[in-house]
């Protein structure tokens, strides 16, 4: 079965660079989920979209933004990367009850 | 306050024996979903179960089964006959606002359970 893809895997930026992480929902699924899961910690929310229009925001700083095109996918652009933005990077997709996650983007800041 | 809470930072298992991971919940919304997910060392988030407020019964995908018992908020996770695969994180989550099978709700994590099954 299909799952969420994301890309890329891996991320290495300086402070102060930009980054974006691409997320693909599994086909048919219309919610896109983006979460944050820094070191030792429980993923956090960051924004979610249904149908492409923004749907719920949770702590996403201003330097975040995201958004959901036709074909469904999304992306997380990040600017004025902080050390502090170092985590693994989740995308969810949903169509019902179940969330799935994809395997997610490490991202380092150094 | 916490949403999730995962009260056991670490838990030890024999192979084939079953394990007992608690969650506890708290929300004022009569209709929410509770879900548990396993995060091996590699780190991609595997969905394992769902349990909507409003099910009769328990659920269970193979050898995971959810102790759902509403009154006491609670939402354990049960894993049988324990394979050293399973050594994991797991977490519980909530989605408040549940519809009846759709919704489009984040999910609240609790600090999640560290599982060792030992050979």
């Known amino acids: 079965a299909a799952g969420v893809i994301q890309s890329p895997r891996h991320l290495i930026k300086e402070k102060r660079e930009t980054a974006t992480l691409k997320c693909y929902p599994i086909?048919?699924?219309?919610?896109v989920y983006w979460y944050q899961q820094g070191p030792g910690q429980d993923p956090q929310f960051l924004i979610s979209?249904?149908?492409?229009?923004?749907?719920d925001k949770g702590s996403i700083p201003d330097r975040f933004s995201a958004q959901q095109f036709s074909d469904y996918h999304s992306e997380l652009n990040m600017s004025s990367l902080e050390l502090g933005d170092s985590a693994l990077y989740f995308c969810?997709?949903?169509?019902?009850?179940?969330?799935?996650f994809g395997p997610g983007t490490r991202l380092t800041v150094t | 306050a916490q949403k999730i809470t995962q009260t056991q930072p670490g838990m030890f298992v024999q192979e084939k024996e079953a394990v007992t991971l608690d969650c506890t919940y708290d929300t004022s919304d009569p209709s929410y979903g509770l879900f548990w997910y396993k995060q091996p060392s590699s780190g991609e988030m595997i969905f394992l179960i769902y349990q909507g407020s409003y099910d009769q019964q328990n659920a269970t995908e193979g050898r995971y089964s959810l102790n759902f018992q509403k009154a006491r908020k609670s939402a354990n996770l049960v894993i049988s006959a324990s394979q050293l695969g399973d050594s994991a994180m797991y977490f519980c989550a909530m989605r408040e606002g549940d519809a009846g099978g759709t919704s489009y709700g984040k999910l609240t994590f609790g600090q999640g359970t560290i599982l060792t099954v030992h050979p």
């Open positions: 979209f249904y149908e492409k229009m923004q749907s």
């Open positions: 969810a997709s949903s169509l019902g009850s179940e969330q799935y």
């Open positions: 086909p048919r699924h219309d919610t």
